[in-house]
Nanobody
């Protein structure tokens, strides 16, 4: 099972990016949930947004209204649309799949760097 994250890059504050998390070796719907996490060097990783198999979404407060997580079952891919980006959104973004058996995010992609310039 692999999760491939892509779509990061350099953007000015106020700009937009769309991150993609493509699953291979397993249907994306076989995960109980898929989430985007981010990590700034020297800080703890934080969960930014998640979507469950049933389509329920959750966001951290700082992301509400600016970030949107969605899923394309046919493409086996989860997306994170990020609008009105701020310098504090700068981080490495990882997608992860939650195992039904363990209830943990056991499957991780390699990360994609998002840099927001002021």
């Amino acid at each position: 099972v692999q999760l491939q994250a892509s779509g990061g890059g350099l953007v000015q504050a106020g700009g937009s990016l769309t991150l993609s998390c493509a699953a291979s070796g397993r249907r994306i719907l076989e995960f109980y949930a898929v989430a985007w996490h981010r990590q700034v060097l020297g800080k703890q990783r934080e969960l930014v947004a998640s979507i469950t198999r049933a389509g329920r979404t959750r966001y951290i407060d700082s992301a509400k209204g600016r970030l949107s997580i969605s899923r394309d079952n046919a493409r086996n891919t989860v997306y994170l649309q990020m609008n009105n980006l701020k310098p504090e959104d700068t981080a490495v973004y990882y997608c992860a799949g939650k195992s039904i058996q363990s209830g943990e995010y056991a499957y991780w992609g390699q990360g994609t760097l998002v840099t927001v310039s002021s």
